[in-house]
C-alpha cells in the first residue's frame, strides 16, 4: 500500500484490522512492530528528524534495500500513509493509483473506495509548479468523467492555497466541488486540522484527531491484529 509508515500510523491500521474507528494504543502497535522485526518482516529505523520510529518492508519480502530515509520524499511519503490509515479506518480500501501510460496522464497519491465511491487522494506538502497543475487537473477532469466520484486533496496552508487557486481555474464549474481540498497538514506532514470532510456524505464513523499524524502499514504483511484490544 504504502512504502514507509510510523507507529501513528500501525495504530491507525490494527484498529481497521479490529472493525473499529479509534487508533488501538501506542503500546500495542509497538508491540505488533516488534514482533514483526522479530519474524524479519519489517525493519525499522529513527532517524534525527522524527520523533518516532519509521518502518518499511524488509528485504526479504520486498527483495529490496532500504529506502533512503533522509530523501527529501520521506515526509510526504509518510504523510500519505497518515492520511491512507485513516481511509482504512473509516471503512475504505486504499490501494495506489494506476501508473500513467502517457505524458498527459497522472497519478494521484492513492485511491480509496467505499460502496463503490472511487476517490483520488493527493497529499501535497509543498506547491508544485504552476504549469504541472494545469495537466494535473486536466488529468483529474477526465477521471471525473470516466467513474472517480471525488478528488480529495489534503495538505499545509500554503499548497493548499496554490491547489485552490489552480482548479478554479482548470476545472470546469459543473465538477469543481468534486475537488475537495483541506487545510489539514502542518510542514512536518502532521495532521493538525479537522478531517471530517474527508469522509463521503453518509460515511460512518467520522475519525476522531490525533495528535502527530503517521503512515499506513506496510503492504504484504500478513500479521495478524495481535495484542488484544485496549
Known amino acids: 500500500m504504502v512504502k514507509l509508515a510510523d507507529t501513528e500510523a500501525i495504530r491507525w491500521v490494527l484498529a481497521a484490522l479490529d472493525g473499529r474507528s479509534e487508533p488501538v494504543s501506542t503500546r500495542r502497535a509497538q508491540q505488533w512492530i516488534a514482533r514483526a522485526v522479530g519474524a524479519d518482516l519489517v525493519e525499522k529505523a529513527r532517524p534525527v528528524f522524527r520523533d518516532g520510529s519509521i518502518i ?6 520486498s527483495n529490496r534495500a532500504a529506502p533512503n530515509l533522509y530523501r527529501a520524499t520521506t515526509r510526504h ?6 492520511i491512507s490509515s485513516r481511509f482504512l479506518a473509516a471503512g475504505y480500501s486504499w490501494r495506489r493509483d494506476r501508473q500513467p501510460s502517457t505524458r498527459q496522464e497522472h497519478a494521484a497519491d492513492g485511491v480509496a473506495e467505499r460502496s463503490g465511491r472511487v476517490e483520488l487522494v493527493e497529499v501535497e506538502l509543498t506547491a508544485k509548479t504552476l504549469d504541472r497543475y494545469r495537466g494535473i487537473f486536466t488529468d483529474h477532469t477526465r477521471r471525473l468523467t470516466k467513474g472517480v466520484d ?18 478554479d481555474k482548470w476545472v470546469h464549474p459543473s465538477l469543481r466541488d468534486q475537488i475537495v481540498i483541506l487545510t489539514v497538514l502542518d510542514e512536518r506532514g502532521h495532521i ?13 464513523p467520522a475519525i476522531p484527531e490525533e495528535a502527530p ?14 495484542g488484544g484490544r485496549d
Open 56 to 61: 518499511w518492508l524488509s528485504r526479504m519480502m
Open 77 to 82: 511519503e509518510v504523510a500519505v500513509s497518515s
Open 150 to 167: 471525488r478528488v480529495v486533496y489534503v495538505g499545509t496552508a500554503g499548497a493548499m492555497r496554490a491547489v485552490t487557486r489552480e482548479a
Open 192 to 204: 493538525v486540522g479537522a478531517l471530517d470532510e474527508l469522509w463521503s456524505v453518509g460515511d460512518t
Open 213 to 226: 499524524a503517521a503512515a499506513d502499514p506496510v503492504a504484504g504483511s500478513t500479521l495478524p491484529a495481535w
